[in-house]
């Protein structure tokens, strides 16, 4: 049985920064991409960020480019998010993931993950 559990949301004001943390267990992700999505409210769920199984590709939606950075630790089967310059819009519920499907131009896709945490929520006052 595959876990992922993420932590470090909260309720942060605009300007700030939060980092996240997705652990794994049961199975281990040092073959797999990572990637983070989030849900906003009304919103659907998107993609934010993915990294390679050797860390050597990541991969930013625009709105979070150059914001957020994406960090894999093959030792700890973890990954993190860590988030600056935080804004209203990325308020939301942020889910970690496994990629199963293979293809570098899935990332970004829901369809290529197959295990999910329940998430951790982010707000983000004005």
């Known amino acids: 049985q595959v876990h992922l559990v993420e932590s470090g949301g909260g309720l942060v004001q605009a300007g700030d920064s939060l980092r996240l943390s997705c652990d794994t267990s049961g199975r281990t992700v040092n073959g797999n991409g990572l990637g983070w999505f989030r849900q906003g409210p009304g919103k659907e769920r998107e993609f934010v960020s993915y990294?390679?199984?050797?860390?050597?590709?990541?991969y930013y939606a625009d709105p979070v480019k150059d914001r957020f950075t994406i960090i894999r630790d093959n030792v700890d089967d973890a990954v993190h998010l860590q988030m600056t310059n935080l804004n209203h819009d990325d308020t939301g519920t942020y889910y970690c993931a496994i990629k199963m499907r293979t293809g570098r131009e899935n990332y970004h896709l829901e369809y290529a993950y197959r295990y999910w945490g329940q998430g951790t929520q982010v707000t983000v006052s004005y």
């Open positions: 990294v390679s199984w050797d860390g050597k590709r990541t």
